[in-house]
């Protein structure tokens, strides 16, 4: 996954979860997170615990997600030539003048020569009086790049919103006539990835997906029905079609898997096997002789040891096969011959 990868999928992110986009740049994003993605992204729960138990409004962080920390780094000192210019030319000044005899106002007593800028009005503030300086105004840096802590967290907020839909193919206007509705059928999606694991491991997603009317099953699915304009709204004037439960249908779907499955040439589970037997006989050699210890504490410790090894040989070689469900949908669809075509 690339920068640019990553950089569509963050604003498609920050997009759908609303949050408010304060500047953008192509090295770097500076947003100010909504309340979604505030509780998703932040790890506040116990700010977001009392927010929810008194009805306080919230108050969202900001952060600066960077893309490029280079080129980051190279608008920031452009950024801050000026300041700096501007900076230099101020103590100029204030030296001419106090070359010149200018007179100096003496300082207050107990009063600061930089008094230090109003803090915004907080959460803490308004409820507590407790002064938080800064919280206002301070915006959090993170560098998103492939493998990165904030990024994986993003990846799994989508993965926990994404685990289930419900979408209806859209109609176009005036689609259907001033009398009656249209049907819809109904489908079962679901993206299944199959491990055939052992000491090697082997990872497939089959993507099924099951007719809630008749209980056909169909392969590749979801590009099926990926270019199909689909709506989260039932449109007006519409219906679905009497189904099957969705146990069955699941349980149809597990069953299509499993027959599919046992029809797959299984000699790698048959050397996984030997393999296991060849280092199980190469453990059990090495403790022959650690096993002839006449003291019996020592022996039962070799013992526990040898077993504890050949656990973790037969976690590591018997061959396993793994099914999960990534994600799962129901589509209403207007017209079958869209999928089973």
Not at 48 to 53: C, D, G, L, P, T
Not at 79 to 106: D, F, I, M, N, T
Not at 253 to 280: C, F, P, V
Not at 289 to 309: G, I, N, S
Request: aromatic share 8%.
């Amino acid at each position: 996954m690339n920068q640019e990868q990553i950089r569509q999928f963050v604003r498609q992110y920050l997009q759908a979860t609303d949050c408010e986009v304060l500047e953008m740049h192509p090295a770097y994003l500076t947003v100010k997170l909504s309340p979604e993605a505030d509780k998703e992204l932040t790890n506040r729960p116990y700010y977001w615990s009392f927010v929810e138990r008194t009805g306080a409004d919230a108050e969202t962080m900001t952060f600066t997600y960077i893309f490029d920390p280079a080129a980051y780094e190279a608008v920031e000192a452009q950024r801050k030539q000026p300041h700096q210019q501007a900076s230099l030319g101020s103590q100029r000044g204030q030296a001419a003048r106090v070359g010149g005899g200018a007179a100096q106002a003496s300082p207050v007593p107990g009063q600061l020569h930089n008094p230090p800028a109003q803090t915004g009005d907080t959460i803490l503030g308004r409820y507590f009086g407790v002064s938080v300086p800064g919280v206002g105004a301070r915006t959090l840096k993170e560098t998103l790049t492939y493998g990165s802590a904030k990024l994986e967290q993003m990846f799994q907020a989508v993965r926990n919103r994404g685990r289930f839909v419900n979408l209806y193919e859209d109609m176009p206007q005036n689609a259907v006539g001033p009398v009656g509705s249209a049907a819809y059928t109904s489908w079962l999606g679901v993206n299944a990835l199959v491990e055939l694991a052992c000491d090697r491991k082997r990872s497939e997603l089959h993507s099924l997906g099951i007719h809630l009317s008749t209980g056909e099953i169909v392969e590749r699915f979801f590009d099926r029905v990926n270019l199909l304009p689909l709506t989260p709204k039932l449109p007006a004037r519409t219906h679905t079609r009497e189904m099957i439960s969705l146990p069955r249908a699941a349980a149809e779907i597990e069953r299509y898997l499993e027959q599919k499955i046992s029809r797959y040439d299984h000699t790698w589970a048959d050397e996984a096997w030997s393999r296991l037997e060849e280092e199980l006989a190469r453990v059990e050699s090495y403790y022959v002789d650690l096993l002839k210890e006449e003291d019996p504490e020592v022996r039962a410790k070799t013992e526990e040891q040898l077993e504890r090894r050949k656990e973790e040989l037969r976690w590591q070689y018997e061959p396993k096969v793994r099914i999960s469900v990534t994600n799962c949908g129901l589509f209403h669809l207007l017209s079958d011959a869209k999928v089973t075509l």
